[in-house]
């Protein structure tokens, strides 16, 4: 096996995915499986969920580890899924751990991404999507009552998203010096937050193959 044949076996697994993604469905369908679903970024959640549910083997869900990082699954080697917005003036992505990537691509060769390419919806001017987002969590967490004490602005909320694109990208010692860094900030204990690698998809390096919706 190789990350070639780990991704010709994935180009038929997820063949069959869904390209309409309606929000209230996805989080409801997330809170069924207990998986995430009171994040307000669903879709990324969403996406693991649907590949989750066609992956076969060879393919073993949870990957491996690294420190404090667990990889979404392995084949011949470790792989992440993400998903993102499409948007014209940002063709970037942030992906994983530095160290735990560099880690999975010496030990073996490469390290996979599964990414998700998604036009997304933010017709929430009424804020009716949040809202209804928050009563089903229970009430307003307290990450949102600090933010409302701070007067800081609330950001749209995504409430729909189409697939147009699958790409499958692979990080070798090779290209991985064409990553970015993406600097985390602290954590709330004022330590730092491991960076993590930043990933331009136009680079024709790091593409292995795609499906097209």
């Avoid at 036009?119 to 928050?134: E, T």
């Amino acid at each position: 096996m190789s990350a070639r044949n780990d991704i010709a076996a994935l180009q038929k697994m997820l063949a069959d995915m869904p390209p309409a993604w309606d929000g209230r469905e996805a989080i409801l369908q997330l809170k069924e499986r207990d998986y995430n679903w009171r994040q307000m970024e669903w879709i990324g959640f969403y996406f693991e969920l649907l590949c989750r549910d066609r992956l076969r083997p060879p393919f073993a869900v949870p990957g491996g580890r690294y420190g404090n990082v667990r990889f979404d699954f392995f084949g011949s080697v470790n792989w992440d899924m993400k998903a993102s917005a499409i948007k014209t003036d940002r063709h970037s992505a942030i992906l994983n751990d530095i160290a735990a990537t560099d880690a999975s691509v010496a030990e073996f060769g490469a390290h996979g991404v599964v990414m998700a390419l998604v036009d997304v919806d933010y017709n929430d001017d009424s804020r009716a999507f949040q809202k209804w987002h928050s009563r089903l969590k229970g009430g307003i967490s307290d990450y949102e009552k600090q933010r409302i004490a701070r007067n800081a602005f609330s950001r749209y909320r995504k409430t729909a998203a189409v697939l147009r694109q699958i790409l499958f990208l692979t990080i070798t010692e090779k290209n991985k010096k064409a990553l970015g860094v993406h600097a985390q900030g602290r954590n709330a204990d004022g330590s730092p937050r491991n960076p993590k690698y930043l990933i331009n998809m136009e680079r024709e390096e790091f593409e292995a193959g795609r499906i097209d919706f």
